[in-house]
C-alpha cells in the first residue's frame, strides 16, 4: 500500500473575493495490492529496465556513470534507486536481466544491504529474468559461449540467492535463433521467452492474426520437448505512448492533488484504458503485458514507481480493467492458467527488417576481427578449462575466471554483434586480451605439471617453463624463431581438447630450413618447409607493430608443417632440430604472373584444384568423386549512402548494397599465382589486387580445400562503402533451397525469396536473403552436395541457383541511423600513419555426394572451433623425452567419445564439484550412421576413478534435470502438437553410461573425482608420528613437498609412494608429510619432523591416472566425511 499525502483546501468564493477556508491534512493510500480478476481485462505492469553490457559506452563506464557526454547512464544508480524503491512498497515489483551489472553492485555492498535484497529476491519483488552476464547476441555467438555465458550469471544468482531464473527475456536481439528458443530457452527450465525484434511485415501480420504469442518449436530432432511458450511485443520493449515517466520524460503523470492546477486523474484513467483495449485487441486472453521500462531507467525509480501506484490505484477504482504490478513470470503463468491453443512457430526470426530497405543483415560480418577474437578465444577457453580440472583449480595463482567474464561480456547483443563505438570495441578486446593472459599462464602451468616426469627422488626437476604463440595466424611465434643454439631441441607439446584421436598438420614458423622433426620416441615424421608468403611478411610486421609496439625479427623465412597424432583430451610431444643441412621436406615451388602457358592440377585426392590460361585470378574446385567444378572469384558490394526518398544508408547494422548485382574487385593487370607442392599438402597462392590474397591449401588423403584469404586494407578514397564478398559457382540445380546453421548447431532451410510464415515482399534481393552463419553453409541437389565452413561468425547466403557467397570484411563510411552514431570504419594505426583493418581468416569448402556432407560438416567443425593448442619450451638434446611425460590421455587407455559426440565442458567449479557437458552432434536423419542414439561411459571418461554422486542437471546446472522436468509446462497447441522424441534414459548410478539422443545436450554435476582441499594451518608435531586410517583402502599418491621454512630446506622434494592395500586398516609411521587420496573422498593429512613449523605442502595427487591438483589443506577439516584419523605422539594420542 503506498501512501501519498497532501492538503485539502476548502474554497469558498464570496463576490469577487476567494476566501480561502480551512486547510486539513488528508492522506490518499495507493492500493497497489496485487489481484488476478478472471472476469476483466488484467494488465501487467512489469517495471524493467534495459542495460547494455557495453554500447556507446563500455561497460564500466555504463555502471558508474562516466563519460556522460555520450549518454547519461548509470547502471549503479538504476539499482540503488529500484532497491530503495521495493523496500518503500511490498507490492512494488522490478526484473533485472544483466549480471554482469548486479554483480558488480553485489559487491559493494554491506551484508546488512544482502540480507534486505535478499529478501526481496524471495518474496519475489525483484526477480532475475535471462539471468545470464549479458542479454547475448543470437546471430553471432556460438552456441557454446551462449551456454558458457548464461551458466557464469545462473551460477551466481544461485549461490548468492539460491534462485532459478523462468524466463528468456530477449528484448533486444536483431532477429532470434532457433537455438535460443529450445537450448537457451527450454533446455534451461523456461517457462517462456520474450522479445522485442521481428521483421516489420512478420509483425504486422501477427497483430492482425493475434498470432504475437506461440509455441515455438526450436528443434526438429528434439520434438515437442524443445518447445516453449514465446511472446513477441506489440511494438518495442517500452511502454505506450504516454506512460514513461523518467525524471526528465514529457509524459504527463497524473496529478491527483485537487489544490494544484491541471488536475487530471480521470483524463489518464481514460488514456490507461484506450492504450490497454488498443492491446487485447492483438493478443489473445484477458491478460496483457505492459513493459515499464526501455534503455538505462528507473535511475530515478520513484519518479516511476510513484506514478505506477496512482495507475494501479485510480484504474482498478475506476473498474473497467485490473492493474497489477508484474513479472513476465506472472504473467506466463497467468497465459498458462488460461488453458488456451497457441500457434506452432518452428525455424526462427532472422532476418530482422524494421523497414523496406532496412535488412539487420550487416552486423552477420561487421567487425570481422573482433568476431574471430571472439571465437579463438572461446576455443582455448574449452580447453584451458580442462587444463584447469586436469591440473586442480587453485585458490591463488591464475585461473580462467578472467577470461570466462570477458567472453561472457564479448557476447553481448552489442559487442560480438559488431555494433558498438569503436572505443567500446578496443575496451572489449582489451578485457579478452587480460583474461587470456591469465589462461596462458593457466595452460603453460598446467601442461608443465602434467608433462612433469615421475622421477626418482633424488633427481631434481623444475617446472617446464612453456610460451605460446597467439599470433600465429600471421606466422608471429617468437617460440619457434628463435635460432636453436648448439644442442639445444624445441619441444611442441600438441593439445587436443577434443574427445577423439587427431592427426592434423601443424604449421609454425622457423628461422631456417634445416630442421627435422621427431615424435616421443625418437622417431622422425614428415615435415614440410614452405617459404612465407609476401603477403604474411607484410601484414606480420605491420601487425606486430601495430599491436605489441615492437617489430618482429626478420629471422622468419619459412614455415615448418608436421603431422602431430594426438590422444583424445590430452597431449604428444614433438622435438624439432637444426640438422644444420637441407632437410627432405622442402617444397618445390612454381611461380607465375599473368597468364598461364598451360593448365595447372594441383591435388592428388578426390579434390583437385585447376588453374587455366583464363583463370589466374579464380580458383576452380573439382570433386572427382561426382565431376562436380566449383569456382571461386572474390566482389564487393558498393553500400548504399540513401536517397532522397529512403535516407537508409549501409552501415554496423543494416546492409543495403547500392543495386542488386556485386562489382568486381578492379586489380592489377599482372595476378600473380604460385603453386607450392610438398609431402602432406599443396598450396596455391594467389594475388587477386593490391588489397585481396588467398592461400588455398589441399592435404593429403583430405577431401576439402582450406583457403586462407587476407583482404584489407579495403580502399576508401573514392568515398564508397564497400562489402567484400567470396562467391563460390557451380551448375547445381538447387531450386532456390539452402542450409544454414543456427549458432553452430541445427540446420535451418532457407529458400530464396520466401518466409514460412507470410507472404514476402522483396524490396531488397541480396540484404534480404542474407542469414547468419557461425558453423556453415550448404546446398545440394540430387546429385551433388556442396559444403562451406567458416572460422566465424559471418554473413552469406545462395543468391543464385549452384552458387554460395559469404561476405568476409565491411568499410562503411556512412551510418545507418541506429543508434549507434559513428561510421563503421575499422583502421590500424602505425608510426607512418592509418589505413584500414587489414583482416586475415580461412573458410573450407567440401563436395559430397547427396546425404554425404553431414560427417565432415559435423566433425570438422569441431576441430575448426577447437583447433590443436601449441605450446613450446627449449630443452637440451634428448633431456625432454628422457625425463618427462611425452603423451598422455585424461580417458582410460583405448577409449575415445563416439565421432557424433562432443565434449563440451569438462571444468571444475569453486565448491570442487565437476561441472560436465556431453553434446550428440548430428540432428535426426542427417546421417544414415551418426544419427542415433549412441552413449558415452563416464568410467572410461575419467579413467574409472571413483564418483561419489553423478547428478544430471539443467543446461546451467542450476537444477537437477527431474525436478525441472516435474516444473515444466506443456502448453497446448493448435493443430499438431509436435512429435515427442526418444530421449536419453536416466543415467543408472552403477552403469554410469549416457545415452544421447540426436541434438541433445546432457548436462551433469559430479563429485568426488578428486579430494576435497583446504588451506594448511601452523600445527606442532614432535619427531615421529603414527597415523592411522580406518574404514578405507589406500590408492597410489604422488606427493610434492615445497618446504616453507628454511628448516626444511634438506627434504626431498620429491617423494613417490605406491601403496597397494586391501586392509581395512594402515599404520603408517614416518618424518614426512603426505596426502592420501582416498576412494575418491577427502583425505587427511600427515606433516611432522622434528621443532614447531609451519609448512606448506603442495600436493600432486593421483585421481585419473596423471596427476592433479597443488593445494594447500586445513589439517583440522581434512577429513570431514567420516574418516577417523588417530595421531599419536610418543605413544599417546596428540
Same mark, same amino acid.
Given at each position: 500500500?503506498?501512501?501519498?499525502?497532501?492538503?485539502?483546501?476548502?474554497?469558498?468564493?464570496?463576490?469577487?473575493?476567494?476566501?480561502?477556508?480551512?486547510v486539513?491534512?488528508?492522506?490518499?493510500?495507493?492500493?497497489?495490492?496485487?489481484?488476478?480478476?478472471?472476469?476483466?481485462?488484467?494488465?501487467?505492469?512489469?517495471?524493467?529496465?534495459?542495460?547494455?553490457?557495453?554500447?556507446?559506452?563500455?561497460?564500466?563506464?555504463?555502471?558508474?556513470g562516466?563519460?556522460?557526454?555520450?549518454?547519461?547512464?548509470?547502471?549503479?544508480?538504476?539499482?540503488?534507486?529500484?532497491?530503495?524503491?521495493?523496500?518503500?512498497?511490498?507490492?512494488r515489483?522490478?526484473?533485472?536481466?544483466?549480471?554482469?551489472?548486479?554483480?558488480?553492485?553485489?559487491?559493494?555492498?554491506?551484508?546488512?544491504?544482502?540480507?534486505?535484497v535478499?529478501?526481496?529476491?524471495?518474496?519475489?519483488?525483484?526477480?532475475?529474468?535471462?539471468?545470464?552476464?549479458?542479454?547475448?547476441?543470437?546471430?553471432?555467438?556460438?552456441?557454446?559461449d551462449?551456454?558458457?555465458?548464461?551458466?557464469?550469471?545462473?551460477?551466481?544468482?544461485?549461490?548468492?540467492?539460491?534462485q532459478?531464473?523462468?524466463?528468456?527475456?530477449?528484448?533486444?536481439?536483431?532477429g532470434?535463433?532457433?537455438?535460443?528458443?529450445?537450448?537457451l530457452?527450454?533446455?534451461?527450465?523456461?517457462?517462456?521467452l520474450?522479445?522485442?525484434?521481428?521483421?516489420?511485415?512478420?509483425?504486422?501480420?501477427?497483430?492482425?492474426?493475434?498470432?504475437?504469442?506461440?509455441?515455438?518449436?526450436?528443434?526438429?530432432?528434439?520434438?515437442?520437448?524443445?518447445?516453449?511458450?514465446?511472446?513477441?511485443?506489440?511494438?518495442h520493449?517500452?511502454?505506450?505512448?504516454?506512460?514513461t515517466?523518467e525524471?526528465?520524460?514529457v509524459?504527463?503523470?497524473?496529478?491527483?492533488?485537487?489544490?494544484l492546477?491541471?488536475?487530471?486523474?480521470?483524463?489518464?484513467?481514460?488514456?490507461?484504458?484506450?492504450?490497454?483495449?488498443?492491446?487485447?485487441?492483438?493478443?489473445?486472453?484477458n491478460?496483457?503485458?505492459?513493459?515499464?521500462?526501455?534503455?538505462?531507467?528507473?535511475?530515478?525509480?520513484?519518479?516511476?514507481?510513484?506514478?505506477?501506484?496512482?495507475?494501479?490505484?485510480?484504474?482498478?477504482?475506476?473498474?473497467?480493467?485490473?492493474?497489477?504490478?508484474?513479472?513476465?513470470?506472472?504473467y506466463?503463468?497467468a497465459?498458462?492458467?488460461?488453458?488456451?491453443?497457441?500457434?506452432?512457430?518452428?525455424?526462427d526470426?532472422?532476418?530482422?527488417?524494421?523497414?523496406?530497405?532496412?535488412?539487420w543483415?550487416?552486423?552477420?560480418?561487421?567487425?570481422?576481427?573482433?568476431?574471430r577474437?571472439?571465437?579463438?578465444?572461446?576455443?582455448?577457453?574449452l580447453?584451458?578449462?580442462?587444463?584447469?580440472?586436469?591440473?586442480?583449480?587453485?585458490?591463488?595463482?591464475?585461473?580462467?575466471?578472467?577470461?570466462?567474464?570477458?567472453?561472457?561480456?564479448?557476447?553481448?547483443?552489442d559487442?560480438?554483434?559488431?555494433?558498438?563505438?569503436?572505443?567500446?570495441?578496443?575496451?572489449?578486446?582489451?578485457?579478452?586480451?587480460?583474461?587470456?593472459?591469465?589462461?596462458?599462464?593457466?595452460?603453460?602451468?598446467?601442461?608443465?605439471?602434467?608433462?612433469?616426469?615421475?622421477?626418482?627422488?633424488?633427481?631434481?626437476?623444475?617446472?617446464?617453463?612453456?610460451?605460446?604463440?597467439?599470433?600465429?595466424?600471421?606466422?608471429?611465434?617468437?617460440?619457434?624463431?628463435?635460432?636453436?643454439?648448439?644442442?639445444?631441441?624445441?619441444?611442441?607439446?600438441?593439445?587436443?581438447?577434443l574427445?577423439?584421436?587427431?592427426?592434423?598438420?601443424?604449421?609454425?614458423?622457423?628461422?631456417?630450413?634445416?630442421?627435422?622433426?621427431k615424435?616421443?620416441?625418437?622417431?622422425?615424421?614428415?615435415?614440410?618447409?614452405?617459404?612465407?608468403?609476401?603477403?604474411?611478411?607484410?601484414?606480420?610486421?605491420?601487425?606486430?607493430?601495430?599491436?605489441?609496439?615492437?617489430?618482429?625479427?626478420?629471422?622468419a623465412?619459412?614455415?615448418?608443417?608436421?603431422?602431430?597424432?594426438?590422444?583424445?583430451?590430452?597431449?604428444?610431444?614433438y622435438?624439432?632440430?637444426?640438422?644444420?643441412?637441407?632437410?627432405?621436406?622442402l617444397?618445390?615451388?612454381?611461380?607465375?604472373?599473368?597468364?598461364?602457358?598451360?593448365?595447372?592440377?594441383?591435388?592428388?585426392?578426390?579434390?583437385?584444384?585447376?588453374?587455366?590460361?583464363?583463370?589466374?585470378?579464380?580458383?576452380?574446385?573439382?570433386?572427382?568423386?561426382?565431376?562436380?567444378?566449383?569456382?571461386?572469384?572474390?566482389?564487393?558490394?558498393?553500400?548504399s549512402?540513401?536517397?532522397?526518398?529512403?535516407p537508409?544508408?549501409?552501415?554496423?547494422?543494416?546492409?543495403?548494397?547500392d543495386?542488386?548485382?556485386?562489382?568486381?574487385?578492379?586489380?592489377?593487370?599482372?595476378?600473380?599465382?604460385?603453386?607450392?607442392?610438398?609431402?602432406?599438402f599443396?598450396?596455391?597462392?594467389?594475388?587477386?589486387?593490391?588489397?585481396i590474397?588467398?592461400?588455398?591449401?589441399?592435404?593429403?588423403?583430405?577431401d576439402?580445400?582450406?583457403?586462407e584469404?587476407?583482404?584489407?586494407?579495403?580502399?576508401?578514397?573514392?568515398?564508397?562503402?564497400?562489402?567484400?564478398?567470396?562467391?563460390?559457382?557451380?551448375?547445381?540445380?538447387?531450386?532456390?533451397?539452402?542450409?544454414?546453421?543456427?549458432?553452430?548447431?541445427?540446420?535451418?532451410?532457407r529458400v530464396?525469396?520466401?518466409?514460412t510464415?507470410?507472404?514476402?515482399?522483396?524490396?531488397?534481393?541480396?540484404?534480404?536473403?542474407?542469414?547468419?552463419?557461425?558453423?556453415?553453409?550448404?546446398?545440394?541437389?540430387?546429385?551433388?552436395?556442396l559444403?562451406?565452413?567458416?572460422?566465424?561468425?559471418?554473413?552469406?547466403?545462395?543468391?543464385?541457383?549452384g552458387?554460395?557467397?559469404?561476405?568476409?570484411?565491411?568499410r562503411m563510411?556512412?551510418?545507418?541511423?541506429?543508434?549507434?552514431?559513428?561510421i563503421?570504419?575499422?583502421?590500424?594505426?602505425?608510426?607512418?600513419?592509418?589505413k584500414?583493418?587489414?583482416?586475415?581468416?580461412?573458410?573450407?569448402v567440401?563436395?559430397?555426394?547427396?546425404?554425404?556432407?553431414?560427417?565432415?560438416?559435423r566433425?570438422?567443425?569441431?576441430?575448426?572451433?577447437?583447433?590443436?593448442?601449441?605450446a613450446?619450451?627449449?630443452?637440451?638434446?634428448?633431456?625432454?623425452?628422457?625425463?618427462?611425460?611425452?603423451?598422455?590421455s585424461?580417458?582410460?587407455?583405448?577409449?575415445?567419445?563416439?565421432?557424433?559426440?562432443?565434449?563440451?565442458?569438462?571444468?571444475e567449479?569453486?565448491?570442487?564439484?565437476?561441472?560436465?557437458?556431453?553434446?550428440?552432434?548430428?540432428?535426426?536423419?542427417?546421417?544414415?550412421?551418426?544419427?542415433?542414439?549412441?552413449?558415452?561411459?563416464?568410467?572410461?571418461?575419467?579413467n574409472n576413478?571413483?564418483?561419489?554422486?553423478?547428478?544430471?542437471?539443467?543446461?546451467?546446472?542450476?537444477?537437477?534435470?527431474?525436478?525441472?522436468?516435474?516444473?515444466?509446462?506443456?502448453?497446448?497447441?493448435?493443430?499438431s502438437?509436435?512429435?515427442?522424441?526418444?530421449?536419453?534414459?536416466?543415467?543408472?548410478?552403477?552403469e554410469? @553410461?549416457v545415452? &544421447? +539422443? *540426436?541434438?541433445?545436450?546432457?548436462?551433469?554435476? $559430479?563429485?568426488?573425482?578428486?579430494? =576435497?582441499?583446504?588451506? %594448511?594451518?601452523?600445527v606442532?608435531?614432535?619427531?615421529?608420528?603414527?597415523?592411522?586410517?580406518?574404514?578405507?583402502?589406500?590408492?597410489?599418491? @604422488?606427493?610434492? &613437498? +615445497? *618446504?616453507?621454512?628454511?628448516?626444511?630446506?634438506? $627434504?626431498?622434494?620429491?617423494?613417490? =609412494?605406491?601403496?597397494? %592395500?586391501?586392509?581395512?586398516l594402515?599404520?603408517?609411521?614416518?618424518?614426512?608429510?603426505?596426502v592420501?587420496?582416498?576412494?575418491?573422498?577427502?583425505?587427511?593429512l &600427515? +606433516?611432522?619432523?622434528?621443532?614447531?613449523?609451519?609448512?606448506l605442502?603442495?600436493?600432486r595427487?593421483?585421481?585419473?591416472?596423471?596427476?592433479?591438483?597443488?593445494?594447500?589443506?586445513?589439517?583440522?577439516?581434512?577429513?570431514?566425511?567420516?574418516?577417523?584419523?588417530?595421531?599419536?605422539?610418543?605413544?599417546?594420542p596428540?
Amino acid at each position: 500500500m503506498a501512501v501519498k499525502c497532501f492538503h485539502s483546501f476548502a474554497l469558498h468564493i464570496l463576490l469577487a473575493t476567494i476566501v480561502i477556508g480551512g486547510v486539513n491534512s488528508e492522506c490518499i493510500e495507493y492500493n497497489t495490492a496485487p489481484r488476478i480478476v478472471t472476469e476483466k481485462i488484467n494488465v501487467h505492469l512489469v517495471p524493467h529496465s534495459h542495460d547494455d553490457v557495453g554500447w556507446l559506452k563500455t561497460v564500466d563506464q555504463y555502471y558508474v556513470g562516466a563519460n556522460n557526454s555520450i549518454r547519461g547512464a548509470c547502471v549503479e544508480n538504476v539499482i540503488e534507486s529500484v532497491i530503495a524503491s521495493l523496500l518503500d512498497d511490498q507490492n512494488r515489483k522490478f526484473i533485472y536481466v544483466e549480471m554482469a551489472f548486479f554483480q558488480r553492485w553485489w559487491r559493494q555492498q554491506s551484508n546488512a544491504k544482502k540480507v534486505k535484497v535478499k529478501k526481496l529476491v524471495d518474496s519475489g519483488q525483484l526477480e532475475f529474468i535471462n539471468g545470464g552476464m549479458c542479454m547475448h547476441d543470437e546471430a553471432t555467438p556460438h552456441y557454446i559461449d551462449m551456454i558458457d555465458q548464461t551458466t557464469l550469471g545462473h551460477q551466481f544468482i544461485k549461490s548468492e540467492f539460491g534462485q532459478v531464473p523462468r524466463v528468456g527475456w530477449q528484448i533486444d536481439p536483431f532477429g532470434h535463433s532457433a537455438a535460443q528458443a529450445y537450448l537457451l530457452g527450454a533446455e534451461l527450465g523456461f517457462d517462456s521467452l520474450f522479445f522485442a525484434r521481428i521483421d516489420y511485415q512478420d509483425r504486422a501480420k501477427r497483430l492482425r492474426e493475434k498470432t504475437l504469442e506461440v509455441v515455438w518449436q526450436g528443434s526438429k530432432s528434439l520434438g515437442s520437448s524443445s518447445q516453449i511458450f514465446t511472446g513477441v511485443f506489440p511494438r518495442h520493449y517500452d511502454p505506450p505512448d504516454g506512460f514513461t515517466f523518467e525524471i526528465n520524460d514529457v509524459s504527463p503523470p497524473i496529478q491527483d492533488d485537487p489544490s494544484l492546477f491541471d488536475y487530471n486523474v480521470q483524463e489518464r484513467v481514460n488514456d490507461f484504458v484506450a492504450a490497454a483495449l488498443a492491446q487485447v485487441n492483438v493478443t489473445r486472453t484477458n491478460h496483457i503485458m505492459w513493459l515499464m521500462g526501455t534503455d538505462f531507467r528507473y535511475q530515478y525509480a520513484y519518479s516511476w514507481y510513484r506514478q505506477m501506484d496512482k495507475f494501479i490505484h485510480y484504474v482498478n477504482k475506476d473498474g473497467r480493467l485490473n492493474v497489477l504490478y508484474s513479472t513476465p513470470s506472472i504473467y506466463t503463468d497467468a497465459k498458462y492458467a488460461a488453458n488456451e491453443s497457441w500457434p506452432l512457430k518452428t525455424d526462427d526470426f532472422f532476418p530482422y527488417a524494421d523497414k523496406p530497405n532496412a535488412y539487420w543483415t550487416g552486423y552477420f560480418t561487421s567487425r570481422p576481427a573482433f568476431k574471430r577474437y571472439v571465437r579463438d578465444l572461446s576455443g582455448y577457453y574449452l580447453a584451458a578449462r580442462q587444463l584447469e580440472f586436469l591440473r586442480g583449480r587453485s585458490s591463488s595463482g591464475p585461473t580462467t575466471d578472467m577470461l570466462a567474464d570477458a567472453l561472457a561480456i564479448a557476447q553481448h547483443h552489442d559487442a560480438v554483434s559488431g555494433t558498438q563505438r569503436q572505443h567500446v570495441a578496443a575496451d572489449y578486446a582489451l578485457r579478452l586480451s587480460m583474461g587470456y593472459l591469465q589462461a596462458e599462464k593457466l595452460v603453460a602451468s598446467s601442461l608443465s605439471f602434467l608433462s612433469a616426469s615421475k622421477s626418482s627422488p633424488d633427481k631434481k626437476n623444475p617446472d617446464t617453463k612453456f610460451q605460446q604463440c597467439p599470433l600465429l595466424n600471421i606466422s608471429y611465434c617468437p617460440a619457434s624463431e628463435a635460432r636453436l643454439s648448439s644442442g639445444k631441441s624445441l619441444v611442441v607439446v600438441v593439445y587436443n581438447s577434443l574427445g577423439w584421436k587427431r592427426e592434423e598438420v601443424v604449421r609454425v614458423p622457423v628461422s631456417s630450413e634445416n630442421v627435422i622433426v621427431k615424435d616421443a620416441s625418437g622417431k622422425e615424421v614428415v615435415s614440410q618447409i614452405l617459404p612465407l608468403s609476401d603477403i604474411t611478411l607484410r601484414i606480420r610486421k605491420e601487425y606486430v607493430k601495430a599491436y605489441l609496439g615492437r617489430s618482429p625479427k626478420d629471422t622468419a623465412k619459412h614455415v615448418l608443417a608436421f603431422i602431430a597424432s594426438v590422444p583424445p583430451l590430452g597431449f604428444s610431444s614433438y622435438v624439432i632440430s637444426d640438422t644444420g643441412r637441407t632437410g627432405r621436406g622442402l617444397s618445390a615451388s612454381y611461380v607465375t604472373s599473368g597468364s598461364l602457358n598451360q593448365d595447372v592440377e594441383v591435388g592428388q585426392g578426390n579434390l583437385k584444384l585447376l588453374y587455366s590460361e583464363e583463370g589466374v585470378k579464380m580458383s576452380r574446385y573439382l570433386s572427382t568423386k561426382n565431376q562436380v567444378t566449383a569456382e571461386q572469384t572474390y566482389a564487393y558490394y558498393i553500400g548504399s549512402n540513401g536517397t532522397d526518398k529512403d535516407p537508409q544508408a549501409s552501415g554496423a547494422y543494416v546492409f543495403r548494397p547500392d543495386g542488386s548485382r556485386p562489382i568486381k574487385s578492379g586489380g592489377q593487370a599482372q595476378a600473380q599465382l604460385t603453386v607450392v607442392r610438398g609431402p602432406l599438402f599443396d598450396e596455391v597462392h594467389q594475388e587477386f589486387n593490391s588489397w585481396i590474397s588467398q592461400i588455398t591449401r589441399v592435404y593429403k588423403g583430405k577431401d576439402h580445400a582450406e583457403i586462407e584469404f587476407t583482404v584489407g586494407p579495403i580502399p576508401a578514397d573514392d568515398g564508397n562503402s564497400k562489402e567484400v564478398i567470396t562467391k563460390l559457382t557451380t551448375t547445381m540445380k538447387t531450386n532456390g533451397t539452402f542450409y544454414t546453421d543456427s549458432n553452430g548447431r541445427d540446420f535451418i532451410k532457407r529458400v530464396r525469396d520466401f518466409r514460412t510464415d507470410w507472404d514476402l515482399q522483396v524490396y531488397q534481393p541480396v540484404a534480404g536473403n542474407y542469414y547468419p552463419i557461425n558453423l556453415g553453409i550448404y546446398m545440394q541437389d540430387k546429385t551433388s552436395e556442396l559444403s562451406v565452413l567458416v572460422d566465424r561468425a559471418v554473413g552469406g547466403s545462395s543468391l543464385e541457383d549452384g552458387q554460395i557467397e559469404l561476405m568476409l570484411h565491411r568499410r562503411m563510411l556512412h551510418d545507418d541511423i541506429r543508434g549507434v552514431g559513428e561510421i563503421l570504419n575499422e583502421t590500424v594505426c602505425l608510426p607512418d600513419g592509418c589505413k584500414g583493418l587489414t583482416i586475415r581468416g580461412k573458410f573450407y569448402v567440401q563436395i559430397d555426394k547427396p546425404g554425404d556432407g553431414a560427417r565432415w560438416r559435423r566433425t570438422f567443425g569441431q576441430e575448426i572451433y577447437s583447433p590443436l593448442l601449441l605450446a613450446f619450451t627449449e630443452q637440451e638434446g634428448d633431456h625432454w623425452i628422457n625425463s618427462h611425460k611425452t603423451t598422455f590421455s585424461a580417458f582410460e587407455p583405448s577409449y575415445s567419445l563416439p565421432n557424433n559426440v562432443a565434449l563440451l565442458t569438462l571444468q571444475e567449479l569453486e565448491n570442487g564439484e565437476v561441472l560436465l557437458r556431453l553434446a550428440h552432434l548430428f540432428e535426426v536423419g542427417e546421417d544414415s550412421e551418426y544419427s542415433v542414439m549412441t552413449k558415452v561411459e563416464l568410467k572410461k571418461l575419467f579413467n574409472n576413478k571413483k564418483m561419489s554422486k553423478v547428478k544430471e542437471t539443467s543446461l546451467t546446472g542450476n537444477q537437477e534435470k527431474a525436478e525441472m522436468e516435474k516444473r515444466r509446462l506443456i502448453w497446448k497447441v493448435e493443430g499438431s502438437a509436435g512429435e515427442e522424441v526418444k530421449r536419453g534414459e536416466a543415467v543408472d548410478e552403477e552403469e554410469l @553410461v549416457v545415452e &544421447l +539422443a *540426436p541434438m541433445e545436450i546432457r548436462t551433469f554435476l $559430479i563429485r568426488g573425482t578428486r579430494p =576435497l582441499v583446504f588451506p %594448511l594451518r601452523r600445527v606442532t608435531f614432535p619427531n615421529t608420528l603414527s597415523i592411522g586410517f580406518a574404514g578405507f583402502g589406500l590408492q597410489e599418491v @604422488v606427493a610434492s &613437498l +615445497a *618446504p616453507f621454512s628454511p628448516a626444511l630446506s634438506g $627434504i626431498q622434494q620429491l617423494l613417490t =609412494l605406491r601403496l597397494e %592395500l586391501s586392509r581395512r586398516l594402515f599404520w603408517l609411521n614416518g618424518r614426512l608429510g603426505f596426502v592420501f587420496a582416498v576412494d575418491g573422498a577427502p583425505s587427511c593429512l &600427515l +606433516a611432522g619432523s622434528g621443532g614447531r613449523w609451519l609448512v606448506l605442502v603442495r600436493l600432486r595427487v593421483s585421481v585419473f591416472g596423471h596427476m592433479v591438483g597443488r593445494v594447500r589443506f586445513l589439517l583440522q577439516r581434512v577429513c570431514p566425511l567420516g574418516l577417523r584419523p588417530k595421531v599419536v605422539m610418543n605413544g599417546g594420542p596428540l
